[in-house]
């Protein structure tokens, strides 16, 4: 596609039900980054894949947060037994290079009641 | 440890103004990246610019221009007779550059407002 894709667009989901986050990446983009957005703050690094490989999860907050890109292409963002504090805007970005830069889909607005 | 500072949280501008928004950035690296992201409502975030940390000329672009000071770790993003379109928020952010993965830290982010 033209841009990075993310559904659903809003998220509402129950303390404690498991929730998972799709990002659709530009075609070809080898790079594919999450990041975590909470209210009025800036994005953080949440993982990182180049293709199907994930190269750095250090931004992971819990082992309730796993991320995957089995093809290489279409990611999925999946949080577990979700806490109040995982309330925020999960982004997705994609490179073909990092040198090009890197381009963020409209994100993943997950609010847990 | 590896840091950007965006000390303005708000700014409040008449259209047609000049604006600047300051960056500071941390890094113990001497190869690194700069990036200016906008964030409109509609929540994507748009790349605006990115230098390396071996090039120090000033950029303009339309009625934006940066300020790089390796100096004094600055990386300043000014627009130039503000329009109402201009209002978002704006993140600055750097990306070491031995890093294998290319991960973005970002600041706190402004909040411009442009009247008309």
């Known amino acids: 596609g033209a841009g990075v894709s993310q559904s659903p667009r809003y998220k509402v989901a129950k303390r404690g039900q498991d929730v998972a986050l799709r990002c659709d990446p530009i075609s070809g983009h080898v790079s594919l980054f999450w990041y975590q957005q909470a209210l009025g703050q800036g994005p953080e690094f949440l993982t990182y894949?180049?293709?199907?490989?994930?190269?750095?999860k250090s931004g992971l907050p819990s082992d309730r947060f796993f991320a995957e890109r089995p093809e290489g292409s279409v990611s999925t963002l999946k949080i577990q037994r979700t806490q109040q504090e995982d309330s925020a805007v999960y982004l997705c970005?994609?490179?073909?290079?990092?040198?090009?830069?890197?381009?963020f889909g409209s994100g993943t607005r997950l609010t847990v009641v | 440890a590896q840091k950007v500072t965006q000390a303005q949280t708000e700014i409040s501008v008449v259209e047609k103004e000049d604006v600047t928004l300051d960056c500071v950035y941390e890094t113990r690296d001497t190869t690194y990246y700069l990036f200016w992201y906008k964030q409109p409502p509609s929540g994507e975030l748009v790349f605006l610019i990115r230098?390396?940390?071996?090039?120090?000329q000033n950029e303009i672009s339309g009625r934006y221009s940066w300020n790089f000071q390796k100096s004094t770790s600055s990386f300043n993003f000014t627009i130039t007779a503000s329009q109402v379109v201009d209002s978002a928020v704006y993140f600055c952010a750097l990306s070491p550059a031995p890093s294998n993965t290319g991960k973005l830290i970002f600041g706190q982010g402004t909040t411009l407002q442009v009247k008309p």
């Open positions: 894949f180049q293709n199907e490989a994930q190269l750095d």
């Open positions: 230098r390396n940390s071996f090039d120090e």
């Open positions: 970005a994609s490179s073909v290079n990092r040198a090009y830069g890197y381009t």
